[in-house]
């Protein structure tokens, strides 16, 4: 199995490169992903190309994307889990309304819903202090359940996908270059930038780490978690409007399987679940890394219930190593 | 015993126990509405209720114990389903006596995939939310290995366990199972010293800790408990549906702990019991029935339960806060 091969290293290292690679474990994670890409050429010579690679992203996108409001969420000491019903929901919403308000209005109707998800989450989490686990649990059946009851209502409305959102979603510049990077990569950079410039940012963190001692300060604490799960759903809408784009039809289970990727990503990628520390660049790895491990075991042409197992039981040393590594 | 004694010892209750109280009143609302708007509530009625419930109350009865000692388990409804399928393709050509052999050693197997959990959770120390999602995703692969479509059966005298009578036609057997699994299961637990570790352990950790409670033992202990709640709800499963689908199961984790969350278990740990959540399935499985009754689309159900959530833990929030402001 890879994932202890690719960290086995850091655990028999003395001295000083251990501490070293706790205070970068942004370099553990590169290492493992590469690791996992050798994996990868190693089952199938020949397989790690431009195309592939270029396949790679394209997929890890939507992941990337969830996974940047489940940090952002996390890193509070929070975790949302209405996102996949978040997504779903969106791009279901904007194909059954395009031929009605067009394509653009769509996307618009599209992500509003991720906004008024992402609201009553805050409202419940910020405001009445209500364990976000819960609240999430909560939200998430409610617009799970209303999408159902809504394409039951819909059944003669034709879903049709929005033009440049399947361009979006699945094209390629140049043959090569993922078109849904342009989406990814400014989403990217405004969440480091924000979390590691903006006050908004360092609030999150406050936050995290201590939120007794962030209202003891003075911060209005309510406010900054109301943005932050907005922000989430937001992100999660963007992120099924994206897929949708890909798949090119939106079915009721579009994002269902990205609950665990989404968080695993996070997690994986080294912010803590009881919040304060982490970041999104290691989201980012983490999403990649759990893409060509998706890839690696499609690759292995195992049966589907041994590729989920094995998806599983790898994440889950993932886990565990990471946890090891930083505690 | 003084006159006035039985309100005001009713009155303690209510103050210590809640959803003891409060729960039970739920259902009987429920149950009040739902005989309001079909009145032709038949005995049958009554029994298909019951069986449908059996499933949620074993999810949510399992749930409830790990969620008391301060854990969490996202995988249950995967379990549920592995013991489901296992019953199901096992048993099609089994007689009765080697069915409940069988039923037994799948019931073993359930508190061993309790007790991988519960290990897993203490010794990695990963977060238990993500622990059980990673082993929910395992199991759930586990259960597709063993029958890849739904299929399978039991013998008929077994499946009567769920689904039969006792005495009158308005009792289910499936309710009698509940009873009896939760008496054999969480009674000598609850008052006994595990169950008092067991609620230490949620409550305070750190305080169960200085007062000597093995810390990790009891929270695995809580996890086997539920893997043995959880094993007697995917038979429940196989009884009430006859065969054995791997899919089935998923549904019950997120449901189970709606159910316990309105039934009274605070996330936090340390507080609540089983018999609320149990109750708390029972009503959640009352409304999608009655949304049948009504004509209205019963996928509303799901929409009402995500609602119902949202607003119970909504307004326990704001009494917090207005206690607070005060």
Not at chain 1, 113 to 132: D, E, F, H, T
Not at chain 2, 118 to 139: A, R
Request: proline letters at 4%; one cysteine or more; hydrophobic letters at 55%.
């Amino acid at each position: 199995m890879s994932a202890p091969a690719g960290a086995s290293p850091t655990f028999t290292a003395v001295g000083g490169v251990l501490p070293w690679l706790q205070r970068h474990t942004i370099v553990v994670l590169v290492l493992l992903l590469l690791a996992f890409i050798g994996c990868v050429d190693l089952v199938k010579p020949g397989t790690v190309n431009p195309v592939w690679l270029s396949n790679t992203l394209l997929f890890a996108a939507p992941l990337g994307i969830l996974a940047a409001g489940q940090t952002m969420v996390m890193l509070t000491g929070g975790i949302d889990l209405s996102v996949v019903s978040v997504a779903t929901g969106a791009a279901f919403l904007m194909t059954t309304v395009t031929l009605q308000v067009g394509s653009g209005w769509a996307v618009v109707v599209g992500l509003a819903l991720g906004v008024a998800v992402g609201l009553i989450n805050g409202i419940g989490i910020a405001v009445l202090r209500v364990q976000p686990l819960v609240m999430t649990l909560g939200t998430g059946l409610m617009t799970q359940g209303s999408i159902i009851v809504y394409s039951q209502r819909i059944l003669s409305t034709r879903s049709v996908v929005p033009d440049f959102i399947h361009v979006l979603g699945g094209g390629r510049l140049a043959g090569l270059v993922p078109i849904d990077l342009f989406l990814w990569v400014p989403i990217a950079a405004a969440v480091i930038l924000c979390l590691n410039r903006s006050g908004f940012g360092r609030l999150l963190y406050a936050i995290g780490d201590n939120q007794e001692a962030c209202v003891l300060a003075g911060i209005r604490v309510w406010r900054v978690l109301l943005a932050d799960y907005t922000i989430c759903s937001l992100l999660a809408a963007a992120a099924g409007i994206a897929l949708v784009g890909d798949t090119n039809s939106a079915d009721l289970s579009l994002a269902e399987t990205y609950l665990l990727p989404s968080i695993a990503a996070v997690i994986i990628g080294g912010t803590s679940i009881f919040g304060g520390r982490g970041g999104y660049s290691g989201s980012i790895i983490g999403a990649l890394i759990l893409t060509v491990l998706n890839g690696l075991l499609t690759l292995l042409d195992s049966p589907e219930p041994v590729k989920q197992i094995l998806y599983g039981v790898i994440i889950f040393l993932l886990a565990a190593a990471y946890t090891r590594l930083t505690d | 015993m003084p006159a006035d004694a039985l309100p005001e010892r009713m009155r303690q209750l209510a103050g210590s126990h809640p959803a003891l109280v409060g729960m039970p009143l739920l259902l009987i609302a429920a149950l009040a509405v739902t005989v309001a708007i079909h009145p032709d509530f038949n005995s049958f009625d009554a029994q298909s209720m019951a069986m449908a419930a059996l499933p949620l109350a074993f999810a949510a009865a399992a749930q409830s114990v790990v969620v008391i000692s301060g854990g969490l388990d996202l995988s249950i409804g995967s379990v549920m389903a592995v013991c489901n399928v296992l019953a199901a393709s096992t048993m099609e050509n089994a007689n009765f006596g080697t069915s409940l052999l069988i039923a037994a050693a799948i019931i073993g197997a359930g508190a061993a995939i309790g007790l991988v959990n519960g290990l897993l959770v203490v010794v990695s120390h990963v977060p238990d939310v993500i622990v059980t999602l990673t082993t929910g995703f395992i199991w759930g692969g586990a259960a597709l290995l063993i029958m890849e479509k739904p299929g399978g059966g039991a013998p008929d005298e077994f499946l009567a366990i769920g689904t039969g009578t006792v005495g009158t036609e308005w009792i289910s057997s499936s309710l009698i199972l509940l009873v009896v699994a939760v008496a054999i299961i969480w009674l000598p637990v609850r008052s006994s010293k595990v169950g008092l570790r067991i609620y230490a352990v949620g409550s305070d950790r750190t305080a169960a800790f200085r007062s000597g409670v093995a810390i990790g033992p009891s929270r695995v202990v809580a996890y086997i408990i539920g893997g043995l709640f959880s094993a007697v709800g995917g038979l429940g499963l196989t009884m009430t549906t006859g065969i054995g689908s791997p899919r089935a199961g998923v549904l019950y984790t997120l449901s189970g702990l709606a159910a316990v969350v309105i039934g009274g278990v605070s996330l936090v740990g340390g507080r609540g019991g089983v018999v609320g959540p149990v109750i708390a399935a029972f009503v959640l499985t009352l409304i999608p029935a009655d949304l049948i009754f009504l004509n209205i689309d019963p996928n509303f159900g799901q929409v009402i339960q995500g609602t119902l959530i949202v607003l119970v833990v909504m307004a326990g929030g704001f009494l917090a806060l207005m206690r607070t402001r005060r």
